[in-house]
């Protein structure tokens, strides 16, 4: 079975240039997660889906950041402009709903901002 | 005070020795809670869910405190393959899960 996959794996831009992160979660998984890891931090929780519905994004900085999974399978989550203190990991993980089952998280997208 | 505070790490310790890590979370209202176990520049992936029980798996042992509000891992006979970062997580139903910064593991030969 295919695990959670994310694109690209490394991401280099310039500051206040825009830039993509793309994930297809495990089939069948209707929660998806985004988070952001900062070195030697966990994960912090940007935006929830339930299906295409965001049930949770009090975390995004909505001022530059935006997300959207449309028909409730894949995601891309975006920032524009993207500032130096946006350099981190990118995750993106799926669950099975119901609460509280065990999350898949995908390889990250490790991002670099110059 | 953050909502999952961990041991700040990092654990040097011998092939061979037992090694404890703690976790305290600071909603009543969690209801599940889990160790993760990331490999460095790897993804977080779940090494075991934590029951009222206590449970065990292999080397692993892990408890928990509601009333304290604790969460333990304790691993025996330490390989040289534990060596990671381990996440505590907790969550509450129709919520989110919180993650822990992580205490970091090193075993050494």
């Known amino acids: 079975e295919a695990g959670v996959v994310q694109s690209p794996r490394y991401k280099i831009i310039e500051k206040k240039q825009p830039v993509a992160f793309w994930c297809n979660p495990i089939s069948g998984h209707n929660t998806l997660y985004w988070y952001l890891q900062n070195l030697g931090q966990g994960p912090e929780l940007l935006i929830r889906?339930?299906?295409?519905?965001?049930?949770?994004d009090s975390q995004l900085p909505k001022d530059r950041f935006s997300a959207e999974r449309l028909k409730g399978v894949d995601s891309t989550l975006k920032i524009q402009p993207a500032e130096l203190g946006d350099s981190a990991v990118y995750l993106c993980?799926?669950?099975?709903?119901?609460?509280?089952?065990?999350?898949?998280f995908g390889p990250g997208t490790r991002l670099t901002v110059l | 005070r953050k909502e999952v505070e961990q041991d700040p790490g990092p654990f040097n310790v011998p092939e061979g020795a037992t090694v404890a890590f703690n976790c305290t979370y600071s909603n009543s209202a969690s209801q599940s809670f889990f160790w993760y176990r990331q490999d460095c520049r790897k993804e977080p992936k779940l090494l075991m869910s934590?029951?009222?029980s206590g449970n065990e798996d292999g080397r692993f042992t892990a408890q928990l405190n509601r009333a304290s509000q604790y969460i333990s891992l304790l691993i025996r006979d330490s390989k040289l393959s534990d060596s990671a970062t381990y996440l505590c997580?907790?969550?509450?139903?129709?919520?989110?899960?919180?993650f822990g910064p992580g205490t970091r593991l090193s075993v050494l030969p």
């Open positions: 934590v029951y009222s």
């Open positions: 889906y339930e299906n295409e519905e965001a049930v949770d």
């Open positions: 997580v907790v969550n509450t139903y129709g919520q989110n899960f919180v």
């Open positions: 993980a799926s669950s099975a709903s119901g609460g509280g089952n065990e999350q898949f």
